[in-house]
């Protein structure tokens, strides 16, 4: 999805999500790229999360890179890690497992439920082991 497309080709998450105020993390970018209610913060991303989760009315949800949310996870500051099984296996097409380098963790199930009859959802609770 590209910020600038027509939301009426839009799945209604990702409108939803569009419309959503954002806070990117970034030391590099100057611009939102057309993001209509997102603020770019450089500085500690561990220290401005954490502030966010203090003030924050709403849970906070993380669409960043693998290795920031690996860092979240090793902090301690992620509360729920979602995880969508699809019913696909990219044993020569896949280039890298999601989870590949993070950190070991036990997880508690929260909730599953199946989206579509075969895509599941998966909700667990992240303790670093």
């Not at 569009?18 to 991303?45: C, E, H, K, N, Y």
């Not at 097409?93 to 963790?105: H, M, R, V």
């Amino acid at each position: 999805m590209i910020a600038g497309d027509d939301p009426h080709t839009l799945h209604e998450w990702n409108v939803r999500t569009l419309r959503m105020p954002a806070t990117v993390i970034s030391s590099t970018l100057q611009d939102t790229l057309g993001w209509p209610d997102a603020t770019i913060v450089s500085g500690d991303a561990l220290g401005i999360v954490s502030r966010l989760k203090e003030e924050s009315d709403v849970p906070l949800r993380s669409q960043a890179s693998l290795s920031l949310n690996w860092a979240l996870m090793a902090a301690g500051l992620v509360d729920r890690l979602q995880v969508t099984i699809f019913p696909v296996i990219s044993g020569r097409t896949g280039t890298s497992p999601i989870l590949g380098g993070a950190a070991d963790f036990d997880l508690e199930l929260l909730e599953s439920r199946t989206l579509d009859g075969d895509t599941v959802e998966l909700v667990y609770r992240p303790t670093l082991h």
